[in-house]
């Protein structure tokens, strides 16, 4: 009954134990998964990864896109490549796409200009397809929501691991987007995001862990490094106290929010 929206399967931190990792998430009710690319080089390791994993009552879907961080090791051709992905069937969003201005070496002028042309060139590509997108933003709300003006995506899509002011966060929804809650959310210095959570409407969130990374503070406190998607049951637990209502409602309103914009059916819920 959960869905992780946003998980890096594929992730060579899991080469060596990912039956157990896909094991552990199904006994922790996760029956679902998102799993975004952020290099061309991965494309084809995604694509296999999803195949092995996916299953009638546990579904692995890929999204296929170019990361932000990642924009400086491509060429423009790239951007041609992506779309024969983006195109299949199989390809259920574009992603993950979007800004990041965290490191001083992706603010370099010309690596930031190359990281709007790569999202914008991504968020058209999403509507040629008809598909809705991935956003990973980091340091950057102003200049997404400027992007996000010049080219709306029709499909909407899913802002990952969503940090940001809450005018922000009102503007994304009423361009059709969902808010990725994460292990940023089980902080005990995400006062703002916590309150975010509490007063947003519940048809604005999906659950995710970005696992391997974001790992939630209590597993960090416990000297674990790797996420994986069993543990996206912490941010259910804080969604829920936050909200005051029962695991399930969380489980369920969130993994039916995914499926609404991912556009798939969910028969396995
Ligand atoms: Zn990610």
Partial sequence: MLMDSHCHLDAEAFDHDRDAVVLRARQA???????????????????????????????????????????????????????TWVFRPDCVAVGEIGLDRYL????????????QY??????????????????????????????LRHCPVAAGGIVHAYNGP?????????????????????????HRLADLVARLPLSAMVLETDAPDMLPQSLWRQGLRRHEPAWIVEVQAKVAALRGISLDAVALATSANALRCLNQRGSFI
Avoid at 50 to 59: E, G
Avoid at 67 to 82: D, S, T
Avoid at 128 to 147: F, T
Wanted: charge should be negative; glycine fraction near 6%.
């Fill in 29 to 83: 009710g996760v029956n679902a998964m998102l799993v975004p690319a952020y290099s061309c080089e991965h494309f084809e390791r995604l694509e296999s990864v999803c195949c092995r994993y996916n299953r009638a009552d546990f579904v692995v879907w890929p999204a296929w896109g170019i990361h932000p961080c990642y924009v400086n090791q491509h060429k423009e051709e790239a951007l041609r490549q992506l779309e």
């Fill in 104 to 115: 001083p070496e992706l603010r370099e002028p010309e690596v930031w200009r190359k990281q």
């Fill in 118 to 147: 790569f999202l914008r060139y991504q968020l058209d590509l999403a509507n040629r397809a008809g598909k809705p997108v991935v956003i990973h933003v980091r340091h950057s709300y102003a200049e997404l929501m400027s992007a």
């Fill in 166 to 190: 809450e005018d922000v966060a009102w503007a994304l929804i009423d361009a059709g987007f969902l808010l990725g809650l994460g292990g940023v959310l089980t902080q005990d210095s995400a």
